[in-house]
């Protein structure tokens, strides 16, 4: 029979032999101290890895962690890799997590996959536990035999280094990395990946301080490094760190055309390989059409001459500004002068450059400028995936098409955004100033209306499609309904369908902007340009965020110009206002608020009774609102709590909750019985979200 002390050390053994996992609530992870070869293959669901003992298994669930994983702290007070916020702390998480509304990824190897990482509670900095379990081997701040980056180098020589970093290669030979490498930190966890610096400990080791180069003869090049930006003379880029020079011609090279690859081979990009011809005169690149010194790639299958950095074009891309994907051709045959859709200027026909496919589609565009803002494109792999892609734009906002006319248009249909069945009519029944609950537009054209309540849609609204890629941005933008929000493009508060991708929100209006667009106030046509910082010819406002403008002369508008409705009604004139672009009085007057009106700027006018007023005065500060709209972003919680609704006018004579002063025009107010809360929207302005 056991005695006390042996039935207390069983259970203690027990114990030990199995834990409750925060992350795994539902049973008992047990421990498994050794790994039979007859076990299953599994991998741990902390760190992704094949599973090896010890580590601790949930029989139930199949859920498995290492042991290292599973006794992971759930708390770090710094990270090394993240200096910046040691104050704020790491919490360990697992994804997915359901409360997520963004996917961390790492910030080292920028995998999103299932697993456990740290994150920092003072900002989006995460890190794998495997890249976390890996970092401990760094050696930071390590001295090398050359100070030739402007950041401080971290060493490595432990073989998860070829694991954690396999995306990258050599920053100078461009060789696969091996066990010993020298890591900036400080350029591996910028969002653009490319900007990394990564090197062998042996390339460092072994590059030479003075070399003799053919590019310049009359001279030997010493090696330098400079913080600020300077042109190398081979490449013609701007570039800062390491670089041989002579100071007495103020001739300089980057140490990457300095020792440049000898033969380069991706049948990705290209279907032969690209060897290094060295040469003392400028050609002109086959693959981009602009010029290059020194130092090209040649193909003697294809007879191309590229630059160095041409080697690896991505075959196909996806631009955010055309619909379809495009693919680079090194000349394109039986076409006629075309120029780019960027820049504006002639393509040159028997140079590389991208172009689209698709049957009666002529979009070209250089090869620089569509490859210039890495946010805008993205590389496709495959040429299946672009009909991913399209058949992913096509999924419609209309769910159910109920009844069809005899020229096949849906005359009575199912929405997403609507509880109600919309019917399809031509025309209003009253004579009455309706609005689209899309676009915040008049309604004036065929449309799609409730018979159960105030509900309208453009046809052309109703039409849209639930997932749309808005050439701003190179990544999906998703349809929703908002009742009071504001646009990021035109930065007017309005109702209606709205765009949103995972960083902005773009209402209906600015949405069907096109990037190269007709307006009826100017001559020429106008085109983005994400560069230009001139103030809008409609409005006079500096556009900080790019603008539209015309490619002959210096005339720009902003989204929020182009989006104003071409005629409004108010109640100083019996007629429309119709938008109006040029004045030619020397003085002008507002009719409204009887103030001065700058002549040269956009305004509302009638002809028959020769009235004119400021857009503002004539919409008013929310003139794509619904009235009724709720509003529950807002902060005033000492005052009011519940959501308030907006409304153009008020009945009676009721106190603003704030100012103390008389409500008539554009106030917010709560409906809810016996509060008598009711606000103008100027004396919450700071307050909205």
């Known amino acids: 029979m056991k005695n006390e002390n042996e039935n207390e050390n069983e259970s203690q053994d027990e114990s030990m032999q199995q834990i409750q996992h925060p992350f795994h609530r539902q049973h008992p992870l047990v421990l498994v101290a050794e790994h039979n ?34 006794e992971a702290p759930f708390y770090l007070p710094n990270h090394p890799l993240h200096p910046k916020h040691s104050y704020a702390g790491f919490v360990l998480r697992q994804r997915p997590f359901k409360n997520d509304v ?30 976390d379990q890996f970092s401990s081997s760094f050696k930071f701040n390590q001295p090398s035999k050359h100070d030739i980056h402007q950041h401080p180098l971290t060493f490595s020589e432990s073989p998860m280094a070829i694991d954690v970093f396999k995306r990258f290669s050599c920053s100078w030979c461009h060789e696969p990395l091996t066990d010993a490498i020298y890591v900036c930190f400080d350029c591996l966890l910028k969002k653009v990946s490319t900007d990394s ?50 100071s007495l011609c103020h001739f300089n090279i980057n140490v990457e055309c300095a020792w440049p690859r000898s033969t380069v081979e991706d049948r990705s990009h290209h279907q ?64 006629t002068r075309q120029d780019c859709k960027i ?88 004579e009455i100033d309706r609005k689209c609950d899309g676009c915040m537009l008049p309604i004036s054209n065929i449309f799609y209306y409730c018979s159960e309540c105030p509900f309208f849609l453009h046809k052309t609204c109703a039409e849209l499609p639930r997932i749309k890629q808005h050439w701003f941005r190179q990544s999906n933008a998703t349809l929703n309904f908002e009742s009071f929000k504001e646009c990021d493009f035109c930065y007017r508060y309005c109702s209606g369908f709205f765009f949103k991708n995972e960083d902005r929100d773009i209402c209906l209006r600015c949405a069907k902007v096109a990037d190269i667009i007709e307006c009826e106030g100017h001559q020429h046509f106008l085109f983005f340009d994400f560069k230009y910082r001139e103030k809008c010819n409609g409005c006079g406002k500096t556009n900080w965020n790019g603008a539209f403008r015309c490619g002959k002369c210096r005339f720009t508008l902003d989204f929020g110009c182009l989006t104003l409705p071409h005629s409004a009604l108010h109640k100083i004139d019996e007629h429309k206002l119709k938008l109006t672009y040029y ?34 005065c004539v919409l008013g500060q929310f003139p794509f609102i619904k009235d009724g709209s ?48 009711i606000v103008h929207h100027k004396c919450l302005r700071g307050h909205l979200a």
Not at 586 to 613: G, K, M, N, V
Not at 641 to 646: A, V
Request: with cysteine.
């Open 37 to 70: 070869n007859e076990g299953l293959k599994a991998h741990c669901d902390g760190c992704g890895k094949l599973l090896s003992a010890p580590c601790f298994t949930c029989i139930h669930c199949n859920y498995h962690l290492h042991k290292q994983c599973a």
């Open 102 to 131: 963004m996917v961390y990824g790492c910030a080292l190897c920028k995998e999103k996959g299932n697993m456990f990482f740290y994150k920092c509670h003072g900002c989006y900095f995460s890190i794998d536990i495997k890249c």
């Open 197 to 246: 610096f990564i090197i062998h400990k042996k390339c460092l080791d072994e590059l030479p301080t003075e070399i003799d180069h053919l590019t310049h003869r009359l001279h030997t090049l010493i090696l330098n490094r400079s913080d600020s930006d300077y042109l190398c003379n081979l490449c013609q880029k701007q570039h800062s760190g390491p670089y041989y020079g002579c």
């Open 272 to 335: 032969h390989p690209f060897t290094l011809l060295r040469r003392q005169y400028s050609f002109i690149c086959d693959a981009c059409g602009t010029e290059g010194n020194c130092i090209s790639y040649i193909c003697s299958t294809c007879s191309l001459m590229v630059h160095k950095d041409c080697t690896s074009l991505p075959r196909i891309i996806k631009f955010s500004r055309h619909d379809h994907c495009i693919f680079h051709k090194y000349f394109l045959k039986d076409l």
């Open 343 to 430: 820049c504006f200027k002639e393509v040159r026909l028997e140079c590389g450059s991208y172009s689209c496919r698709k049957p009666g589609c002529n979009y070209i565009v250089h090869v620089n400028c569509v490859l210039e803002d890495k946010r805008l494109y993205k590389v496709i792999e495959e040429e299946k995936q672009c009909e991913e892609l399209e058949e992913k734009s096509m999924q419609s906002s209309i769910i159910r098409i109920i009844e069809v006319n005899e020229a096949g248009e849906a005359t009575k249909i199912q929405h997403f955004i609507h509880q109600h069945c919309l019917v399809l009519a031509d025309k209003m029944d009253e």
């Open 583 to 616: 004045d030619d009085k020397e003085q002008s007057y507002c009719d409204i608020c009887e103030q001065y009106r700058d002549p040269s700027l956009w305004y509302y006018s009638c002809s028959i009774c020769d009235t004119s007023a400021h857009p503002k």
């Open 630 to 677: 709720i509003v529950s972003f807002y902060f005033d919680r000492r005052r009011h709590y519940d959501d308030i609704k907006f409304f153009r006018k008020v009945e009676g004579f009721l106190e603003c909750s704030r100012c103390g002063k008389l409500c008539q025009e554009e106030i917010l107010k709560c409906e809810k019985p016996a509060c008598n809360y």
